[in-house]
């Protein structure tokens, strides 16, 4: 499967952005999806993910609340809704994908990785 991730950007605190993973070649309703980001000299950290069957969602603690993640079966797509944000969210965005089945958070799981956006929040 391949990932395409657009939608960074640079944007004020409090502001929002929406990030879209496209993929191809598997159906994202066969797949479980997620967004991950990393920090300079960090390792990459779940964000947020869905499962295979959409029905199981994990949110990082530091975002709960402010961001969401959906799916779009006939866009083959998968979003990340960015509200509220801080500095501290700013980073490099990756989508991805795991043949896992039910919730999923782990770096380890991926067995597909989309490139990067960037994310800018300033203050």
């Known amino acids: 499967v391949q990932l395409q991730a657009s939608g960074g950007g640079l944007v004020q605190a409090g502001g929002s952005l929406r990030l879209a993973c496209a993929a191809s070649?598997?159906?994202?309703?066969?797949?479980?999806m997620g967004w991950f980001r990393q920090y300079p000299g960090k390792e990459r950290e779940a964000v947020a993910t869905i499962s295979r069957l959409g029905v199981s969602l994990h949110y990082a603690a530091s975002v709960k609340g402010r961001f969401t993640i959906s799916r779009d079966n006939a866009k083959n797509t998968v979003y990340l809704e960015m509200n509220s944000l801080k500095p501290e969210d700013t980073a490099l965005y990756y989508c991805a994908a795991t043949d896992r089945t039910g919730l999923w958070s782990q770096a380890y799981s991926v067995t597909h990785w989309g490139q990067g956006t960037q994310v800018t929040v300033s203050s």
């Open positions: 070649g598997r159906a994202v309703s066969s797949i479980g």
